[in-house]
């Protein structure tokens, strides 16, 4: 199955055991045993291409002052990394020699959120 279109479906269904079509792959012939490309594979440049990252990190915040004057205030956050959760995965093999060729090896952090408050106090210009 040689030829300049062979390596043109390699678009896989993107799953962690399977990022894209293995089976289109093979190790090249040496070009002493007859190989038509002298020992290079017929694939395109970036006919596979990693996991893209799709990240949302949010942050809300609010600054409550605790008097009328320019003293002492409440500062509550809310901070959500990795906000809707989508999974990324990376560590794509590439190795064609192994079992784990075209898999990925893992995923990035899954979603984490945290709350947190601190108090200010004054409201001098410092220094």
Not at 41 to 53: L, M, N, S
Not at 68 to 75: F, I, K, T, V
């Amino acid at each position: 199955m040689n030829g300049p279109n062979f390596v043109s479906s390699a678009r896989g269904p993107k799953i962690q055991k399977e990022w894209f079509n293995a089976a289109l792959y093979f190790a090249p012939t040496a070009p002493w045993n007859g190989d038509p490309n002298q020992g290079f594979g017929v694939a395109g440049k970036d006919a596979v291409a990693d996991p893209g990252i799709f990240n949302w990190n949010l942050a809300l915040f609010k600054s409550i002052p605790l008097s009328s004057h320019e003293g002492a205030r409440l500062e509550i956050r809310f901070e959500s990394f990795s906000t809707f959760n989508y999974t990324e995965f990376n560590g794509l093999d590439t190795g064609i020699s192994d079992n784990q060729f075209a898999q990925t090896a893992s995923a990035c952090e899954p979603r984490v959120q945290q709350f947190g408050a601190k108090i200010l106090f004054g409201g001098g210009t410092g220094g």
